[in-house]
T-cell receptor
Framework: NAGVMQNPRHLVRRRGQEARLRCSPM?????VYWYRQLPEEGLKFMVY????????ESGMPKERFSAEFPKEGPSILRIQQVVRGDSAAYFC????????????FGPGTRLTVL | QKEVEQNSGPLSVPEGAIASLNCTYS??????FFWYRQYSGKSPELIMF????GDKEDGRFTAQLNKASQYVSLLIRDSQPSDSATYLC??????????FGTGTRLTIIP
C-alpha cells in the first residue's frame, strides 16, 4: 500500500516563476492537507481539501497561493510569482475519512527560489 | 502564548536511558494529541497519538496526557541511537488541521 506521494521532491525556481507541487494521498484517504516548514521553524498548516472542495484555507497566504484537489488526479499546490521567502519544505498529508486528524505525511517538496 | 510549546533542546540522553519529551498547549478545547518524529531532511512520521487522559503505551514509547494541566509528554524507554531526531508535538482541535510545536531535538549518546 503506497504511502502519500509527492512530486517533485526538489524544485528550483527563479523569482517571478510559478511553482506547482503535486500530492497523491494514500489509498483510501480522501482528505488532503498542505503544510509548510520554513528553516528552523515548525510545521504550519496551509490548507485542507477534500475532492473538489476546499474545506479550510485559513493558513494560506492571501495572494499568490492556491490549492485544488480535483475529482481525478493529484492535489496541486500552486505558487505564482515566487519570491525568496517561499523557499521551504512543503509537505502534504492525508487522512482517512473516519479519522481526519490522524494524518500521514508525504516525503515533501523542497522548493528553492533563486 | 504559543498554542503548542516545546523545549527546543537539544536534549541529550545516554543510550539505554529513558528520554522524556514534554509539550504544553493553551487551548483547553483540544481533543487529540500527536507525536511525530522527524529525521533531518525527512518528513514527519507519526509515532503516537492520544485522546484520553492517562498513559498510552506502544512498544518503547509511552504517551501521557493530562488535560487539566494542559500537558502531554512522550517517554522513550531503552533509548537507541536511531531515536536521535526532532520530535514534534501536535494537537488536533476537531477542525482537522494540526497545530505543531517547533519540536525538540533529541540526541542519544552511545
Amino acid at each position: 500500500n503506497a504511502g502519500v506521494m509527492q512530486n517533485p521532491r526538489h524544485l528550483v525556481r527563479r523569482r517571478g516563476q510559478e511553482a506547482r507541487l503535486r500530492c497523491s494521498p494514500m489509498k483510501g484517504h480522501s482528505h488532503v492537507y498542505w503544510y509548510r516548514q520554513l528553516p528552523e521553524e515548525g510545521l504550519k498548516f496551509m490548507v485542507y481539501l477534500q475532492k473538489e472542495n476546499i474545506i479550510d484555507e485559513s493558513g494560506m497566504p492571501k495572494e499568490r497561493f492556491s490549492a485544488e484537489f480535483p475529482k481525478e488526479g493529484p492535489s496541486i499546490l500552486r505558487i505564482q510569482q515566487v519570491v525568496r521567502g517561499d523557499s521551504a519544505a512543503y509537505f502534504c498529508a492525508s487522512s482517512p475519512p473516519t479519522r481526519s486528524d490522524t494524518q500521514y505525511f508525504g516525503p515533501g517538496t523542497r522548493l528553492t527560489v533563486l | 502564548q504559543k498554542e503548542v510549546e516545546q523545549n527546543s533542546g537539544p536534549l541529550s540522553v545516554p543510550e539505554g536511558a529513558i528520554a522524556s519529551l514534554n509539550c504544553t498547549y493553551s487551548d483547553r478545547g483540544s481533543q487529540s494529541f500527536f507525536w511525530y518524529r522527524q529525521y533531518s531532511g525527512k518528513s514527519p512520521e507519526l509515532i503516537m497519538f492520544i485522546y484520553s487522559n492517562g498513559d498510552k503505551e506502544d512498544g518503547r514509547f509511552t504517551a501521557q496526557l493530562n488535560k487539566a494541566s494542559q500537558y502531554v509528554s512522550l517517554l522513550i524507554r531503552d533509548s537507541q541511537p536511531s531515536d536521535s531526531a526532532t520530535y514534534l508535538c501536535a494537537r488536533g482541535g476537531g477542525n482537522e488541521k494540526l497545530t505543531f510545536g517547533t519540536g525538540t531535538r533529541l540526541t542519544i549518546i552511545p
